[in-house]
Every structure is written in structure tokens, then in C-alpha cells.
């Protein structure tokens, strides 16, 4: 697992405020943490071009890189992935993936800093990886009847399993709180059974027993869909003009996501509806009102502020695509999600195209990457990493030792054989031969090749996998 302090994973990013320009962003004072100096690090080294695919997180199906993905990451240097779809192969694909774009991540497509790794993980419906290594979880509103207990238990081990196939954020919990009177009749959650109860207090405790259990496995936890999809008639995903005509700046609904940021959620998603009593003018993913008042002014959230989907969601297809990544940052959010990779190359472009004529959207801009870069450094992903040298060293099993949580010698010792015999799925016997060689291959979703002992193909693998680890 990665080496996150309660200390780190605490913080987030208040150290973003103040940063003035893309060039010229705050330093950090002498006492600001190892998170925020990390990300300052990062910051300084990053080409313009780079900090701005920060603030960028593009789909790709589960089942496989795409040719779209590879070049938006390689060539308009995204930073962020979520995988799409449904794929129910099990964990072990998954982990191959994962490596792989991790790999992506090289000095000249980010500077080094590694991809967030996202997928939809809720449950139920909503379950993009299935399969061996993956639990099958019910609907959240089955997930409210549990005992609270109960439900931390479960998501910590749901959180481990996503953790041990490279994913590192998961977009729930949904925290949005439909009435049971309309809940059939409320098409993006209510139809689905995404809700963990129909009262926000049954959704706060429930819905926060599902954020700390997954949250405790080491996984980035996104709190949806800001300020709630509750009251609403229609999908934001497949119908324009959806509004919400009941919610309020103080309304009972917005409980469970103030819940949710006081306990530290580092990544909070907006909708797409229009709120008509909060900003009617807008949807709340363009609104200022909705991101830069209610979210983080009156309930304090000083962490990431991602979008709903501004790829393919008819509830923006008003705007033209780079003009919905423009303003949903310049209404103060930070990570633009967008599943249609096609839809980069404008989005960036009009991104940067914004940020070098106008400098208060500039400074916007500088704000908003140095809060991921924060974020990224509180969830360990800004420490150092294994070289892809095939080499079985010191270094290599040391990071293995760690990953495996036994005591860190830097040998491979019987000890160490037997805790990854068990974590790969055959006899902990302490001796590594071609059993033990053919499982970890199975585990890291390589193909088998009859080896008998480590080789450097097996090791390099490895090598990128424990980088989507530590």
C-alpha cells in the first residue's frame, strides 16, 4: 500500500490559495508539509503544458488502453485516467492495465507524476470491475440497511481489493439523498438504487461508513454529486435542462456532504443540474456560486473539485467542449472529467489558450494544479519509485517487503517468500520455484512462460506494479 501518514492524508491543499499565475505559484511558508512541498517540487519542474494536464482526467475502457487515452496522456500530458465500461476478467488484467499506464507517466508526458487511477466502484449497477479478486457488491441503498460496522468492514476489504489492482480513487460514495416517495421516479439515482438511504442522516452515516472503510484501505474517495441529484426528474447524462427546483444553500440534503468534508474527502464531484435556488442562471459544474460559495466558502472544502462527465453529458452539450473545460475551471473547479478522449485536444487547448491571455483565470489555473499536485503528494503518489531495471536489488525487495507489510530487510528471505506465496495465491512453502514464479505472473496478468526462477521480464513487471502500490 502506499506510504500515507494520518498526518499527510489529512491535509489536502490549503496551500493552493494564493498562487497568483502558472508560472509563478506560491511558495509554500517553512512550516508547510511534506505534502505540499512535494507538490511545489512537482509544480516547478512541470512545463506549462503539463500543469495544465493536471487539471485533466481522461476515460479509458477497463478491458484496455486506448489508442485516444495513450495519446492524450503522451501528447496533451493528462494526468488523471478513469477506467470505463464494465470488465469482469477479474483483478489480474486489471493489474497489467494499471502498470501499463502507470508507465505512461514518464518525464516528458508528466514530469513524472504519477496518473490517478480512477473507476466507478459503488456497487450494485454501478460496478465497473468484476469478476476474480472482486468482490460483488450490492446497491448502495441495500448497503444502508447494514450496520454501520457492518459496512466498514466490507468496504475496507472492497477498498483493498481496488487498491491491489492499481486503482487509486474511487468516485463514491454517492451522497446524494432521494425521498422514498420519488425515489422511482429520480432516473440517475433513485431508478438505480445508488442512495444509501432516503434521509440525509441515514446517508450521512451510511454513506460516510462506505467513505471511511475504503478511505482506510488507502484509496482517494470522491464524495457526488455536489450539491445533490436527490429532487431531480431526469439524467444529467442523457437529458439537457435538468433542474433541481427544491434544493437550498442550507437544505437537510446538503448534510451528508458537509459530513463528509469535515472528515477530510479529498475529491468532492459536482452535478451538471441547474439548482434553480442556488443559481438558476447555470449548472452547478459552471457555476461560481455553487463551487467557489457553497462548496468551499460556507462548507470549507479546501480539496479537489472534479466535474461530472463534460465528455459526452447532454447536460452540457449546449457549450461547445473546450468552453465547458474553461468554465468549469474559472467557477472554481479543479479536475475536468471528461470519458470521450476525444474531446481533449479542445479542451486542453482552450484551457491554455484562456490562461495566456486572461491572468485572473490564470491564476485559477496555477491554484487548481497545485491542489492536485497537493492531493496527489497526501495520497503518496510524489515519493519515489522503482526504477524498471529487471534487477531483483535491495531496492526492489525492500518496496516488496513494504507492499507485503513484512519487516524491511532488502533480501529475499524465507519470510518474505512466504508472505508473497500468500499474496499470490499458491502454497507459502518459503521456497520460489516454478509454482511460485507461474502465480505471481498470473497475479500481475502476464502471460506464464515456464520460468523456474526470477527473470528480468517478471521483475520489471513487478517493479511497475509496485509502483501503482507504494
Known amino acids: 500500500m502506499r506510504a500515507r501518514s494520518g498526518l499527510i492524508r489529512g491535509l489536502v491543499v490549503a496551500t493552493a490559495v494564493g498562487v497568483v499565475s502558472v508560472g509563478a505559484p506560491a511558495v509554500p511558508r517553512a512550516e508547510a508539509t511534506t505534502a505540499a512541498g512535494l507538490a511545489q517540487a512537482a509544480y516547478t519542474r512541470m512545463s506549462n503544458a503539463q500543469r495544465i494536464g493536471q487539471l485533466f482526467m481522461v476515460g479509458t475502457p477497463a478491458t484496455g488502453l486506448s489508442s485516444a487515452a495513450a495519446t492524450a496522456i503522451g501528447k496533451y500530458h493528462v494526468g488523471n485516467v478513469i477506467l470505463t465500461g464494465r470488465s469482469t476478467v477479474g483483478a489480474a488484467p486489471i493489474r497489467a492495465l494499471t ?26 449497477y454501478v460496478q465497473v470491475l468484476q469478476g476474480s479478486g472482486f468482490s460483488r457488491m450490492p446497491t ?67 454513506g460516510g461508513a462506505f467513505l471511511s472503510g475504503e478511505r482506510s484501505a488507502d484509496l482517494a474517495m470522491t464524495a457526488k454529486h455536489f450539491p445533490g441529484l436527490g429532487y431531480v426528474t431526469a439524467n444529467t447524462d442523457t437529458t439537457a435542462g435538468v433542474k433541481d427546483t427544491v434544493t437550498t444553500t442550507s437544505s437537510a440534503s446538503i448534510a451528508p456532504f ?29 457555476s461560481p456560486t455553487v463551487i467557489t460559495g457553497l462548496l468551499r466558502t460556507n462548507l470549507g472544502f479546501s480539496g479537489v473539485v472534479m466535474s461530472d462527465d463534460l465528455g459526452n453529458a447532454k447536460a452540457v452539450a449546449a457549450w461547445s467542449a473546450g468552453d465547458r473545460a474553461v468554465r468549469f475551471i474559472d467557477a472554481g473547479g479543479d479536475e475536468v472529467l471528461t470519458v470521450n478522449a476525444s474531446t481533449i485536444p479542445v479542451m486542453v487547448t482552450a484551457v491554455t489558450s484562456r ?18 499536485l497537493t492531493a496527489k503528494a497526501a495520497e503518496g503518489l510524489l515519493g519515489a519509485r522503482l526504477a524498471l531495471d529487471g534487477s531483483l536489488g ?3 525487495i525492500s518496496a516488496l517487503q513494504r507492499w507485503l507489510g513484512v519487516s524491511v530487510t532488502g533480501t529475499l528471505n524465507p519470510t518474505t517468500i512466504r508472505a508473497l506465496q500468500t499474496r499470490v495465491g499458491t502454497t507459502p ?36 506494479y509496485l509502483n501503482t502500490q507504494l
Do not use: C
Not at 487509486?168 to 440517475?188: F, G, M, Q
Not at 490562461?355 to 492536485?372: E, W
Open 99 to 124: 502498470a501499463r499506464l502507470d508507465r505512461l507517466a514518464t518525464g516528458t508526458a508528466t514530469a513524472g507524476v504519477p496518473l490517478w487511477i480512477s473507476t466507478d466502484q459503488e456497487g450494485g
Open 140 to 206: 448502495a441503498l441495500t448497503m444502508g440497511t447494514w450496520s454501520t460496522t457492518t459496512l466498514t468492514s466490507s468496504a475496507r476489504t472492497w477498498g483493498r481489493q481496488l487498491r491491489r489492482a492499481g486503482v487509486d480513487v474511487n468516485l463514491a460514495p454517492v451522497l446524494d439523498t432521494v425521498p422514498a416517495a420519488t425515489a422511482s421516479t429520480n432516473p440517475p439515482i433513485g431508478h438505480w438504487q445508488r442512495e444509501f438511504g432516503h434521509t440525509p442522516s441515514v446517508v450521512t452515516t451510511k
Open 258 to 286: 458537509r459530513s463528509a468534508v469535515a472528515n477530510g474527502v479529498p475529491i468532492v464531484m459536482t452535478s451538471s443540474a441547474v439548482y434553480t435556488k442556488i443559481d438558476g442562471s447555470r449548472p452547478a459544474v459552471f
Open 355 to 372: 490562461a495566456a491571455s486572461d491572468s485572473v483565470f490564470r491564476g485559477k489555473v496555477a491554484t487548481a494544479v497545485m491542489r492536485v
Open 394 to 396: 535491495a531496492h526492489t
Open 429 to 464: 512453502d518459503g521456497v520460489w520455484g516454478l509454482a511460485s514464479i507461474r502465480a505471481l505472473q498470473l497475479y500481475l496478468g502476464i502471460a506464464t512462460d515456464g520460468a523456474r526462477t526470477w527473470n528480468s521480464r517478471t521483475v520489471t513487471q513487478l517493479q511497475g
